[in-house]
């Protein structure tokens, strides 16, 4: 894939999305970074800024659709996007009282409703250049039902699917899709995690782990392989006998 000059990232103000954006600041880039923290987001454009990227900020929640479609269909027209990564997300769990109706819809509201409130503007834009690619990040959390974060995980798993399927259907049009399936990565989400997370990664490791995988055009960029292994070897029980296993697993707040 081409090295893209002009990019657009959701939940860019810590963890992965602050990361890919200092891994992409470079003289002759420009950034586009959505947040709804200013002060984080101030932080992560001045690293850029320093790194000679072009950047802009813009507070907005990816659950409004027609403030998504607004900003990007602006930005395109001032600079006509390369590369969309749809980074913003919430974690959740059951925690002790188990997980709440609320909850479930507040979860897929951001994970699912908000990637497609970020990516079809910037596809509708793409489309008639015959070229850009777009990244969804999901989770290995996507790849087995997990009873502790029922919600989280299958949000999850579900933009994974559409992140593969799009990439069939698009290709037509000359737009790359794929899914980013991390494991625990350095962020805010995982800094409220109270139980032990194997083969824990530092976010600049990941963006650059990620950023290898959209270069080649990888369908899905699943890390660490280790634990993504072991994740899918648990996909293979029979459904009864996994999901006993994962009930015993620590559940998140």
């Not at 395109?76 to 819809?105: H, K, M, Y």
């Not at 949000?155 to 737009?175: C, H, M, P, T």
Request: glycine share 10%.
């Amino acid at each position: 894939m081409k090295h893209p000059k002009s990019i657009l990232i959701t939940g860019a103000s810590s963890g992965i999305g602050a990361a890919l954006a200092a891994e992409y600041a470079a003289p002759g880039v420009h950034l586009s970074l959505t947040g709804r923290n200013l002060a984080r987001l101030e932080d992560v454009e001045r690293l850029c800024t320093d790194k000679g990227a072009e950047s802009e900020v813009h507070i907005l929640d990816v659950t409004d659709q027609g403030a998504m479609a607004t900003l990007i269909r602006d930005i395109d027209q001032r600079q006509p996007l390369d590369l969309v990564i749809a980074n913003a997300g919430v974690s959740g769990g059951s925690g002790g009282n188990g997980e709440t109706e609320a909850q479930a819809r507040s979860i897929f509201d951001v994970n699912f409703g908000g990637v497609i409130n970020t990516i079809w503007p910037a596809i509708d834009a793409m489309k008639p250049r015959k070229c850009g690619q777009v990244a969804i990040v999901s989770s290995i959390a996507g790849m087995t039902p997990l009873p502790g974060a029922p919600a989280y995980s299958a949000s999850k798993a579900a933009v994974k699917a559409y992140a593969e399927a799009l990439n069939g259907a698009l290709r037509q049009d000359g737009i790359v899709v794929s899914a980013i399936c991390p494991g625990f990565v350095e962020s805010r989400i995982t800094a409220q995690n109270n139980f032990p997370m194997p083969l824990f990664m530092d976010a600049p490791k990941a963006a650059k782990r990620i950023r290898k995988g959209l270069e080649k055009g990888q369908i899905s960029i699943i890390f660490p392989r280790r634990l993504a292994a072991i994740t899918w070897l648990i996909g293979l029980l029979p459904p009864r006998l996994r999901v006993w296993l994962l009930s015993h697993a620590p559940k998140k707040g």
